[in-house]
């Protein structure tokens, strides 16, 4: 592979290389290990994985232009989530002028994954009925298998808010699972 010279590198030698040696190698390694999870995030705020992707084109080509608003002092990772965010919330906004749909609804068919979904529809169902900010934890986590911390700055809450976020929507769904078997229980006895 081409970028394999770099595959060990942090993320701030790699945007440095970029930033001062214009190396495109550098921000190639950056791109394969970003794209999947940044399209992740951005599909949890567009809800629909052709904006996420636009989205995610958008906040690269920024990086590209923008790199002398770069702090390196500050993580790599922390600039990118923002900028990231900033995008996901301009495509929000342009959206929000075009239709009058409901913006965060998650359309399953954008969902990747789509056999182990069908496979699992139960616990998506219950997914679905937590709250958005819960779901959007539990969702990074699991489906897209990233840190808290990852998921801390992508969402851009602190590591703490990340883990509670999932323990109360985690407790909410088994909340909901448990009334059902009541309810079935209860219908069944009847």
Same mark, same amino acid.
């Given at each position: 592979m081409m970028t394999a010279i770099y595959e060990n590198y942090s993320d701030e030698f790699l945007i440095e290389k970029f930033c001062t040696d214009s190396d495109e190698k550098a921000m190639t390694e950056l791109f394969r290990r970003l794209v999947n999870k940044a399209r992740s995030v951005a599909r949890l705020y567009l809800g629909s994985a052709d904006q996420a992707e636009d989205a995610v084109q958008d906040t690269f080509i920024k990086i590209v232009r923008k790199t002398d608003r770069y702090d390196p002092k500050q993580p790599f990772l922390k600039?990118?989530? !923002? $900028?990231?965010?900033?995008?996901?919330? =301009?495509?929000? @906004?342009?959206?929000? @002028?075009?239709? !009058?749909?409901d913006i965060l609804q998650v359309n399953e068919n954008d969902l990747p994954y789509r056999d182990e979904m069908e496979l699992r529809s139960e616990s998506m169902d219950l997914l679905s009925r937590i709250g958005s900010r819960e779901r959007a934890v539990i969702r990074? @986590?699991? $489906? =897209? !298998?990233?840190?808290?911390?990852?998921?801390a700055v992508a969402v851009g809450i602190s590591v703490d808010a990340a883990k509670k976020r999932a323990q109360r929507g985690i407790a909410r769904m088994r909340e909901m699972v448990t009334c059902e078997k009541m309810f079935v229980g209860l219908s069944r006895a009847n």
């Amino acid at each position: 592979m081409m970028t394999a010279i770099y595959e060990n590198y942090s993320d701030e030698f790699l945007i440095e290389k970029f930033c001062t040696d214009s190396d495109e190698k550098a921000m190639t390694e950056l791109f394969r290990r970003l794209v999947n999870k940044a399209r992740s995030v951005a599909r949890l705020y567009l809800g629909s994985a052709d904006q996420a992707e636009d989205a995610v084109q958008d906040t690269f080509i920024k990086i590209v232009r923008k790199t002398d608003r770069y702090d390196p002092k500050q993580p790599f990772l922390k600039w990118f989530y !923002a $900028v990231l965010r900033n995008e996901c919330r =301009d495509h929000l @906004r342009k959206r929000r @002028r075009r239709h !009058a749909d409901d913006i965060l609804q998650v359309n399953e068919n954008d969902l990747p994954y789509r056999d182990e979904m069908e496979l699992r529809s139960e616990s998506m169902d219950l997914l679905s009925r937590i709250g958005s900010r819960e779901r959007a934890v539990i969702r990074l @986590r699991i $489906v =897209d !298998a990233m840190s808290y911390e990852e998921i801390a700055v992508a969402v851009g809450i602190s590591v703490d808010a990340a883990k509670k976020r999932a323990q109360r929507g985690i407790a909410r769904m088994r909340e909901m699972v448990t009334c059902e078997k009541m309810f079935v229980g209860l219908s069944r006895a009847n």
